[in-house]
């Protein structure tokens, strides 16, 4: 089974809609994180939580909202969505050892009309 | 300009043959290096990470320059199933994690 897995993976949605992406680790890592990807472009950062009562703002914040329900769970929620948050959206777990080193979820192909 | 700057690319060499791909950060920072390697709208996965005095990885190979603030990834033997696009990753001691754009890699026979 995968370490990190991410529901739904294909999501089409219309303007306007409430959207919840989640996200659950078995890897037993205090951090986790959300991350969107637009076509040729690396990945910015949304929300991170270095553990269950801990929610920070990434670069791109603006549109979205985060909770963290445990340790092992990270939901990310489109209060309002529009067509520009079109994109490929990832969660990933990291322990913070020397390396931090991150592990990332398949990926939700999110689509809004 | 960007936090974490890569080569462009695209790249585009016969299988065999050596690249190099290179990276630039701007946080002094910065505490911890990595190389990521993302096939086709899949998810990222660590090829390397990167340490002060280079390391190497069967037909990989990563060095870091801290004075210089450069980061950069050889390759040598390319093989087929070496196409794929590479991230450049720099985390700072906050625990985040800046990605670069990427530089895609295309191995032909």
């Known amino acids: 089974d995968a370490d990190v897995t991410q529901t739904p993976r294909n999501r089409i949605t219309k303007t306007g809609k409430r959207i919840m992406l989640e996200c659950s680790q078995t890897?037993?890592?205090?951090?986790m994180y959300w991350y969107r990807q637009d076509p040729g472009l690396g990945l910015q950062l949304i929300y991170y939580s270095f553990d269950v009562k801990d929610i920070n703002k990434g670069e791109i914040s603006d549109g979205y909202s985060v909770s963290r329900q445990a340790q092992a769970k990270f939901s990310l929620s489109l209060e309002s969505a529009i067509p520009n948050q079109t994109a490929l959206y990832f969660c990933a777990t990291s322990d913070p050892g020397f390396t931090d080193t991150q592990y990332f979820g398949p990926g939700t192909r999110l689509t809004v009309l | 300009r960007k936090e974490v700057e890569q080569d462009p690319g695209p790249f585009n060499v016969p299988e065999g043959a050596t690249v190099a791909f290179n990276c630039t950060y701007s946080n002094s920072a910065s505490q911890s290096f990595f190389w990521y390697r993302q096939d086709c709208r899949k998810e990222p996965k660590l090829l390397m990470s990167v340490y002060s005095s280079g390391n190497e990885d069967g037909r990989f190979t990563a060095q870091l320059n801290r004075a210089s603030q450069y980061i950069s990834l050889l390759i040598r033997d390319s093989k087929l199933s070496d196409s794929a696009t590479y991230l450049c990753?720099?985390?700072?001691?906050?625990?985040?994690?800046?990605f670069g754009d990427g530089t895609t890699l295309t191995v032909k026979p």
């Open positions: 890897k037993g890592h205090d951090r």
């Open positions: 990753v720099v985390n700072t001691n906050a625990g985040k994690s800046t």
